[in-house]
């Protein structure tokens, strides 16, 4: 088996502007997606071991809805992204904010090993985990990267596609995100799919970029994707409507 800390090794940084900032340490409670599934949070309350709800006041965890918050794709995700929204052209993976590893893993096994995957995760902890996983279960065609994004441009490739679950906005301040987003716009190629969630728009839109993002970044319509995927399940089509889908458009300066 495969050991999984206690506790957050991550000191998550609480947005104070923009999409997230209604989260706190007091009214937020981060479950990951990858290990738990919504029967499992379920079962967690009933058996009294998690609340969804606190008390504003004395912090009882009994009158008011908290957040729920997750840094992972749940594994219905990860299986979407591979068998709906990736083409089959795609040579190159790259999961930015690999957390416990859940998209390279899915990478690796919804595509037989046959796309190169690279993982980039700064929390050597989570690193260590995931290689432990692709070693017992020789996971192919895998490299994961202990490193901050921006010292990596090397990583961009073409025919690409680009995995992010809000990897900026609990773990770096301001400056640094709108660094962060300057960088990969600099750097991801030209017809690369983007696969973020949720929509960007949200989480820059407090951010002062030097770029504006729907010049930069194609929308696609997923709606017939997440409807089939989804197969009548309007709570299951809701959850892969959250992962939005883009091409990366050339700039003025590339196009001259």
């Not at 390279?104 to 995931?130: D, P, Q």
């Not at 009548?232 to 300066?253: D, F, R, S």
Request: net charge negative; proline share 4%.
């Amino acid at each position: 088996g495969i050991d999984i800390p206690s506790k957050e090794p991550n000191k998550l940084k609480y947005p104070t502007e923009g999409f997230d900032s209604d989260c706190t340490e007091l009214n937020t409670c981060e479950i990951d997606s990858f290990l738990y599934e919504d029967d499992d949070i379920d079962a967690l309350v009933e058996h009294g071991m998690l609340s969804r709800t606190y008390c504003p006041t004395c912090s009882s965890r009994d009158t008011v809805p908290l957040n729920f918050i997750s840094h992972s794709l749940s594994r219905l995700q990860v299986r979407f992204i591979f068998d709906k929204l990736m083409p089959s052209t795609v040579q190159h993976v790259l999961d930015i904010g690999s957390r416990l590893g859940a998209v390279i893993y899915g990478s690796s096994l919804f595509t037989k090993g046959s796309v190169s995957t690279v993982g980039v995760e700064m929390n050597k902890e989570y690193v260590e985990i995931a290689q432990k996983v692709i070693r017992q279960f020789a996971l192919r065609n895998i490299e994961i990267l202990t490193d901050d994004i921006r010292h990596l441009a090397h990583v961009f490739k073409d025919n690409q596609i680009i995995i992010m679950n809000n990897v900026f906005s609990f773990f770096l301040s301001k400056t640094e995100q709108e660094e962060c987003w300057e960088f990969l716009h600099q750097n991801m190629r030209p017809g690369t799919i983007l696969i973020h969630h949720p929509p960007i728009e949200k989480v820059v839109a407090h951010l002062n970029l030097s770029f504006d993002i729907d010049t930069w970044l194609e929308p696609v319509d997923t709606m017939a994707e997440c409807e089939e995927y989804g197969g009548g399940c309007q709570e299951t089509c809701e959850e892969m409507e959250g992962l939005v889908k883009y091409i990366v458009q050339e700039t003025v300066a590339e196009q001259a």
